[in-house]
């Protein structure tokens, strides 16, 4: 293979990177912030319902009744961390198909490699253009559309 074909491969490469960038700030992470926005809904409603007193933040909603205390709130990596008093009692990450595959750079140097990253990131254009968003109990945890069903799981009601 020449090195112009190589270099074209590079480029293209990088273009989808970019685009791929692209699409995910503005298809995939208002989507996300959503389904955050959503489940500390559903945390306060939830809890409300059972006559909790509810406190609530930007980035948290605090539950107490009595000396019972929990707490949902969200970090920069999308992950909603739930807590009773000062212990993690579960950690929700809110997830995208292809979320694997979004890369900041790619250093292979064959033109197969560079080939088969094309390949993949062609398949990651077409998740970010209509994005899949869900819940996930930790990394390889069950997959969750409902947080209600999160909640009720953690909570056993």
Known sequence: MSMKNLEELKVELAYLIGMNHELY?????PVMNMKIEEFLNVFEDYFRERGFVVRRKDDSVRVSFDILNFKAAFNDNHDILIMKGREKIALIQVKFNGE???IEDFDGESAAQIEMEIEKQKQLTAYLKN???FYAGGE?????????TILM???NV
């Open 131 to 133: 994005p899949e968003v």
């Open 100 to 102: 694997g595959e979004l």
């Open 25 to 29: 700030e503005k298809n995939v992470l």
């Open 140 to 148: 390889s945890g069950p997959r969750f559309d409902n947080p209600l």
């Open 153 to 155: 799981s953690i909570f």
